[in-house]
């Protein structure tokens, strides 16, 4: 991650949301430096962030989302997770794919 990602903004953007149901995705993609990247470099980050290669970033995924930033990050909330898939699952499939989630991120 830190290939595409500034060290020191993740750790910013990861410490920012310490607090349980604290999570704003669109703070967080703005404060990590995501919201400034290219459309490629955005489809990697996506990819690092589907673990099981489906294609998809699933509701349990999700819930890791901040340890695929910073591994001493922690999990979503179920609140935090149900509302980041709310927000991203634009075809209510139950998941997010790699154009939802650059949707997701360009509206940050």
Known sequence: ????LHAEDIKK???AFT????FDHKRFFQMVGLKKKSPEDVKKVFH???KDKSGFIEEEELGFIL???SP???DLSVKET????AAGDKDGD?????DEFSTLVAES
């Open 82 to 85: 149900k509302m980041l898939l």
């Open 48 to 50: 690092i962030l589907d």
């Open 94 to 98: 139950g998941k997010i794919g790699a």
């Open 13 to 15: 953007a990861v410490g």
């Open 72 to 74: 001493d990050a922690r």
């Open 19 to 22: 607090a349980v149901d604290s």
């Open 1 to 4: 991650m830190t290939d595409l």
């Open 67 to 69: 340890k695929g930033f």
